[in-house]
């Protein structure tokens, strides 16, 4: 309370042109020169009195080439009646040739004493300029003492001015900058709780603080506390802290997240398209479930995904996360079936991503188990399978599994939970010993479970015989793929529910082959056509012994036909065997067939 209180009175000691000539010198720092000279405008019609509106206008002109301009416009002002305009027209002649002040009658003593000083200061005069200011007591004042003073090399001056000044304008934070210009012990120790103070001043509905505290966090490199002001500014509604308004950065997405946040009613700001406020919006609510507030974070993501431009990526963060705290089973339902459409419109285009085919496998798991909290149990079955055509995990078959049990299908549902055990889910031997009253152990029988059919592949993929040999790029660096004597190659993708099975069981042969010194290498590479879908799945997966890669060109090359797909490669690239498709035993065929190629060398 008191610091809106404090706010209030902060804005009505602002002069008019204060708020103009933040966004002007905001606009300068930024590089918008057009901007500036419409906003050096704008100050000096806020208050034609103002030295600092008056230098900002020929700063500008003058870098237009304009002086002929200003030469008239002040040869005019100095016949004013008002004697502070005839003072400025005095400081633009004063400026121009390098003399005293003359013809300042009649103005304002502080008037004639900022003006007399900021040209001391043009000149290198800093002593002259102190002089000046002798007696004079207004912020202004206090900005050009602080530039004398750092021109003298008066450190302690220098903080004994910013203290007084900032303890007399506490609204003035951006004076504190002063501080981080020099350095000394004494300046440092004056930082200590400054940007703070200038950071809570955020939190207010005040254009111009914000400015200030944006200048001053400029000033001082602090570059997340920038940002910070800079994404309020854009919130307030503020333009020219920013480089540029469209489009919006992912950072300065991110930052104005973590500002709404903090807001108890978020308002994504003015001025960016439908889909950047639901992308704040977005970011906001994962802020807030990063902080442990999930039912406020759901209440932010009910606002995002009503916007007409929403993403499907962002329709099934959503939703995941709706689903985390209870949300209907009708909203989760209506959330897939519109993330679904938007990821099947994308995928009418020429080029489908695999990220597009996760996104649909997402929401009709979401569906899925939607429809099974709702109770409509072979509706859920329909979405789970609809999610393993698409491509899910193994994990799905499990929740496969689970529906058939609740529908009375014992068979179905132990034949369903051992392919899954089939293809590496781990923790079904409860559920198959169970569900099984044969004579076999659960172990027994998923040992004898048939070949699974391999995956599909992209159709920027056909078949041909012969593999080609080249250099390909891996995590640990360039593998000549002509140059071995004998190297397998894996082709695999984050979308392969087999891949997921067999490339530990590689990992596990590359580690036995090479504690016995038998000579092979064996090179796992992607056909994911994104690196991110690639680097995703490896995330927190441990393969320490495969030579792992992404080279979707490579697959196009030697014209893949289904993954997973593994090439035992001679000398000059020679196929000396191919299998396709993967069910636990074919890595120790494999380690046979490679055991005997490396006797026979």
Not at 322 to 336: D, F, M, S, Y
Request: glycine share 8%; net charge negative; proline share 5%.
């Amino acid at each position: 309370m008191i610091l809106t209180l404090l706010t209030g009175v902060w804005s009505a000691l602002a002069g008019p042109a204060d708020l103009p000539l933040a966004r002007y010198h905001a606009a300068r720092t930024a590089g918008d020169s057009l901007g500036a000279w419409a906003l050096a405008g704008d100050a000096l019609k806020a208050d034609p009195t103002d030295w600092r509106a008056h230098r900002a206008w020929q700063a500008e002109l003058e870098r237009l080439g304009a002086t002929w301009w200003l030469d008239a416009e002040y040869e005019a002002l100095a016949g004013s009646a008002d004697a502070d305009l005839r003072l400025m027209a005095a400081g633009w002649r004063s400026l121009r040739s390098g003399t005293e002040l003359v013809g300042a009658e009649g103005a304002r003593v502080e008037a004639i004493g900022l003006v007399t000083a900021d040209l001391a200061l043009g000149r290198g005069a800093a002593k002259q300029a102190l002089k000046a200011l002798d007696g004079v007591v207004s912020p202004e004042a206090s900005a050009l003492r602080i530039e004398a003073l750092i021109a003298l090399g008066d450190t302690g001056g220098l903080r004994r001015e910013v203290r007084d000044a900032t303890g007399r304008w506490p609204e003035r934070v951006d004076l504190s900058g002063a501080l981080w210009r020099a350095e000394s012990l004494a300046l440092k120790t004056a930082r200590w709780g400054v940007l703070d103070a200038a950071a809570a001043s955020l939190e207010q509905a005040d254009a111009l603080a914000a400015y200030r505290a944006h200048a001053l966090f400029l000033t001082a490199q602090d570059e997340p506390l920038a940002a910070a002001a800079a994404a309020r500014l854009v919130q307030l509604g503020e333009v020219w802290a920013l480089p540029s308004r469209a489009p919006w950065t992912s950072d300065m997405i991110r930052d104005l997240g973590r500002l709404l946040a903090l807001q108890s009613t978020p308002a994504p700001p003015p001025g960016g398209t439908e889909a950047e406020r639901a992308r704040v919006l977005a970011a906001t609510a994962r802020e807030l479930g990063r902080r442990g507030r999930h039912e406020r974070a759901a209440e932010v993501w009910r606002q995002a995904i009503q916007s007409p431009a929403i993403s499907a990526e962002l329709l099934i963060e959503g939703a995941a996360a709706l689903e985390r705290v209870g949300a209907p089973p009708e909203e989760l339902l209506t959330l897939a079936r519109r993330a679904r459409a938007l990821s099947l419109r994308r995928a009418a285009m020429p080029d489908e991503l695999p990220h597009d085919q996760q996104l649909r496998v997402e929401a009709w798991l979401i569906e899925s188990r939607a429809l099974r909290r709702a109770g409509d149990l072979e509706g859920a079955l329909a979405a789970a399978v609809a999610a393993t055509d698409a491509g899910a995990a193994a994990e799905v078959w499990v929740l496969r599994g689970e529906l058939l049990e609740q529908l009375g299908d014992p068979v179905a549902a132990f034949t369903t939970y051992a392919f899954a055990a089939s293809l590496g889910v781990t923790g079904m031997e409860e559920r198959l010993n169970r569900l099984y009253a044969g004579p076999a152990s659960a172990a027994d029988v998923v040992g004898a479970w048939p070949k699974p059919s391999a995956a599909p592949v992209p159709s920027t993929v056909s078949a041909a015989p012969r593999f080609p040999v080249r250099a390909v790029q891996t995590r640990q660096g360039a593998v000549d793929l002509n140059a071995e004597p004998l190297i397998v190659v894996a082709f695999w993708a984050s979308w392969c529910v087999p891949c997921a099975a067999e490339l530990p069981e590689l990992d596990k042969l590359a580690g036995r082959l090479a504690a016995q010194g038998i000579p092979v290498k064996i090179v796992a590479i992607s056909v994911d056509e994104q690196e991110r879908d690639y680097t995703r799945w490896l995330t927190n997966r441990e393969l320490n012994q495969l030579i792992i890669g992404r080279d979707p060109a490579l697959a196009r090359e030697a014209k893949v036909t289904g993954i997973p797909s593994t090439w035992v490669l001679g000398p000059g690239g020679v196929v000396l065997a191919f299998h396709q498709g993967y069910v636990p035993g074919d890595i120790d065929k494999l380690e046979e067939e490679l055991r005997s190629a490396a006797a026979a060398r």
